[in-house]
Every structure is written in structure tokens, then in C-alpha cells.
Nanobody
């Protein structure tokens, strides 16, 4: 059974940091790109970043560039999303998702999604 379990969210103050985790199971972890997306109430889902061994790098998208680091631990089948200097507009459900070959910012390219973890940033 393919599973992606996002965790690590919570209620934090402006300026705080969080590290989210995405634990994968049920597939060959190193063969897939793992993307992070977020969705705020009333807004469309948007890409945060992505990492893959095939690409050989991580990608960071405009809304969070400079405040985020994505890392990958293949031994633990886990991808991490480090969020720094959090702002109220970062409040959203954060999802991790699997793509079969390459990183993409298009959520339609991902074939499996986790349930997400809620990040709430208070002013």
C-alpha cells in the first residue's frame, strides 16, 4: 500500500520555524520526486517545492523562496520541509505528493497525495 504521511504542523507565532516531515512507504522511494504543496482556505493549491534524486536537486517556488529548505533522507524514506520566518499568509494545509519521474510545479503531474498537515501562523 502506497502511503505518504505528512506531519509536523501546528500553531506557531509570526517569525517561528517549523520542520514538516513526509514519511513514505509502499514504493521505491528513490525512484520518485516528492513535492510539497499548500492550500489556504478559499485559495488554489500551490507548489512550495520539490526534491528528487533523478533531478539531483531541490526546487523552491516563488512564494517561499529564501525561507524554505527541502531535504531528503533515503534511509528513512522521509522528505523534510524546513519553513523559516513564518508569516500569517503561510497558514495553509501542507501536502506532500509523489511524481513518477521528475519534479514539477503542476499538481496534476503527481499521482499520489498524502493527507496533509495544518500550519497556522498567528500574528
Amino acid at each position: 500500500e502506497v502511503q505518504l504521511q505528512a506531519s509536523g504542523g501546528g500553531l506557531v507565532q509570526v517569525g517561528a520555524s517549523l520542520r514538516l516531515s513526509c514519511a513514505a512507504s509502499g514504493f521505491t522511494f528513490g525512484d520518485y520526486a516528492i513535492g510539497w504543496f499548500r492550500q489556504a482556505p478559499g485559495k488554489e493549491r500551490e507548489g512550495v517545492g520539490c526534491i528528487s534524486d533523478r533531478d539531483g536537486r531541490a526546487y523552491y517556488y516563488d512564494s517561499v523562496k529564501g525561507r524554505v529548505t527541502i531535504s531528503k533522507d533515503n534511509a528513512k524514506n522521509t522528505v523534510y520541509l524546513q519553513l523559516n520566518s513564518l508569516k500569517p499568509e503561510d497558514t495553509a494545509v501542507y501536502y506532500c505528493a509523489r511524481e513518477a519521474r521528475w519534479c514539477s510545479r503542476d499538481p496534476n503531474m503527481y499521482d499520489f497525495w498524502g493527507q496533509g498537515t495544518l500550519v497556522t501562523v498567528s500574528s
